[in-house]
């Protein structure tokens, strides 16, 4: 009996493919015997792989690419398997670049019907082409698409499997004293400008702050300055010891950007700051111990009212 192939497209960054990780789970539940690829950016293929989902991941480096050659490679990666079922989970204009790549003339409008494309491409088996897509969750709009191809459930994001990855990690500070993850990760809108003043306040009252992100910036060496006890772990742990240190913590800042999304899909307390360059509504974690917090600017948050907000988590 030959195995089916099933793909997963989600080649967006972290905040998506956190939320992503439940209709992930639901596929491969649809699919239990099937092979099940993953085609991800190279910067989260390692974490996609620990996962108990996917039996491969492979990477997709065009995403803004002008290279002929890097298109070519991979429109032929694309076409060397037969897929039973394609599941787009970022239906935007990359992955209907891939959608004719990997089907050529089959893509055409009067020949689609056929192809079992899952996302928002209209005219294929699977379409799902609300007009109110726009305005809906991203969870939700995955909930309805894969409703579309029979997929009943959607579970909530489930990272407990990041405990049989992590088997040696070592941090500069006592884990079993309260600490608080700094995300210092820019989001839509750019950095939190009072994150030095909440640092401030945080120490204060003896908190131990950890700063996590994957570049150093401005911001971090303001709130260094701020808060010279400060932990930095900038760039120094991977996705799974992130999930690791978000379990312990006492709670999570930043604003809306993907280490927030891994910090409340691990159930930690979670303040979120967002500005009017996204909407929670359409993009915002969820969960009870999650507290969103959101002006016109970033800069109209006040640390107290942040530092207040994570109290009452």
């Known amino acids: 009996m030959t195995t089916e192939n099933i793909l997963v497209i989600i080649t967006s960054g972290l905040e998506r493919i956190v939320p992503a990780l439940g209709a992930i789970a639901a596929i491969k539940a649809s699919h239990a015997e099937a092979h099940l690829v993953i085609l991800a950016r190279a910067a989260f293929t390692t974490f996609l792989s620990t996962s108990p989902y996917p039996n491969e991941v492979w990477v997709d480096d065009t995403p ?8 070519r490679n991979m429109r032929a990666l694309l076409r060397s398997r037969e897929w039973a079922r394609v599941y787009d989970l970022d239906g935007n204009q990359h992955s209907t670049h891939l959608f004719w790549l990997l089907y050529g003339r089959r893509a ?4 689609r019907s056929c192809l079992a494309w899952s996302g928002v491409i209209p005219g294929t088996f699977l379409a799902w082409t609300d007009p109110h897509r726009a305005q809906m969750h991203v969870r939700d709009q995955w909930a309805h ?12 994001t489930d990272l407990s499997w990041v405990a049989r990855r992590v088997t040696a990690f070592n941090v500069p500070f006592r884990m079993n004293e309260p600490y608080l993850l700094i995300a210092v990760e820019p989001g839509p809108g750019g950095a939190w400008p009072k994150l030095a003043e909440f640092g401030r306040l945080a120490a204060d009252e003896g908190r131990v702050m950890v700063a996590v992100g994957w570049n150093p910036s401005e911001d971090l060496a303001a709130l260094k300055a701020a808060c010279p006890t400060l932990v930095d772990l900038v760039g120094k742990v991977s996705l799974n010891e992130l999930v690791f240190m978000a379990w312990a913590a006492a709670g999570a800042v930043g604003t809306d950007n993907g280490i927030m999304h891994l910090a409340a ?21 969820r969960g009870s111990r999650v507290t969103i917090l959101r002006r016109p600017h970033l800069n109209g948050i006040p640390a107290s009212e942040v530092l207040a907000a994570l109290k009452r988590l």
């Open 145 to 156: 698409q894969l409703r579309a191809a029979r997929i009943p459930v959607i579970p909530a």
């Open 265 to 285: 899909g691990a159930g930690c307390r979670s303040v979120v700051l967002y500005d009017d360059q996204s909407d929670p509504a359409l993009v915002g974690q």
């Open 64 to 71: 803004g690419s002008r290279n002929l050659k890097r298109w």
């Open 108 to 111: 055409l409008t009067s020949a």
